[in-house]
């Protein structure tokens, strides 16, 4: 099945900082999609991205899917931040999640 | 709107018991699945749903059942717990784009089985 590698695994910023997160498939898709799961546990979705950019306030992500790999674009980042990121990519009729990446923010 | 609701938020399992994970949508979608997370291995698909009556096999769909009566409401059953079932459990609803679609998600039912 398709692999899906998403880096780095740990990301530790000051609030304010900016950062970016990767994720790397091994296949054509036709679907990607951005979670944010929060230290509570939930999942919320942030980019239905399957090519091109989009912008969501201070969130951005670019999908380049020729190269084979997203990007997700965090700004001016908030302790509200912290979680992790998961991307989920489907080359057919399935999601195939990464493993995430831990955001710590720190005030 | 409640969104995606799921029920218990927490659960306690000896081995060899049965129990259903309940979760409910509001919000009129077609498409509806189960994940699980477990540390370190991103979620993985249970079993899904593309409309009432019809279910169907994920990536991980053994020990597992589940039936879809309705458009809002589509239980997990666990038939014979086992500590290897130990796990967070998300279910999930879609509008469009099939089980791949946005998705949006229940809070989760963390399980421990002993």
């Known amino acids: 099945g398709i692999q899906v590698e998403q880096s780095p695994p740990d990301l530790i910023l000051q609030e304010g900082a900016n950062s970016t997160l990767r994720c790397n498939f091994s296949?054509?898709?036709?679907?990607l999609q951005w979670f944010h799961q929060n230290p509570w546990g939930q999942l919320i979705n942030l980019f239905y991205?399957?090519?091109g950019t989009k912008q969501n306030g201070r969130l951005s992500a670019t999908t380049v899917a020729t190269e084979r790999y997203s990007l997700l674009y965090i700004s001016s980042s908030q302790t509200t931040d912290s979680g992790v990121y998961f991307c989920?990519?489907?080359?057919?009729?399935?999601?195939?999640f990464g493993e995430g990446t831990q955001l710590t923010v720190n005030p | 709107n409640a969104g995606v609701t799921q029920t218990p938020k927490f659960q306690v399992l000896k081995t060899g018991q049965s129990m259903t994970l309940q979760c409910a949508q509001d919000?009129?979608?077609?498409?509806m699945s189960w994940y699980r997370q477990d540390p370190g291995m991103g979620l993985r698909l249970i079993h899904y749903?593309?409309?009432?009556?019809?279910?169907d096999q994920g990536e991980v769909p053994n020990g597992y059942n589940v039936s879809r009566s309705t458009t809002e409401d589509f239980p997990l059953r666990l038939l014979s717990a086992a500590p290897s079932q130990t796990s967070v459990y998300f279910c999930?609803?879609?509008?469009?784009?099939?089980?791949?679609?946005?998705?949006?998600f229940g809070e989760g039912s963390r399980l421990t089985v002993l």
């Open positions: 989920a990519v489907a080359p057919g009729s399935r999601l195939t």
């Open positions: 999930a609803s879609s509008s469009t784009g099939g089980i791949t679609g946005e998705l949006f």
């Open positions: 991205i399957p090519s």
């Open positions: 296949d054509s898709v036709n679907n």
């Open positions: 919000m009129n979608h077609e498409y």
């Open positions: 749903s593309v409309g009432a009556g019809i279910t």
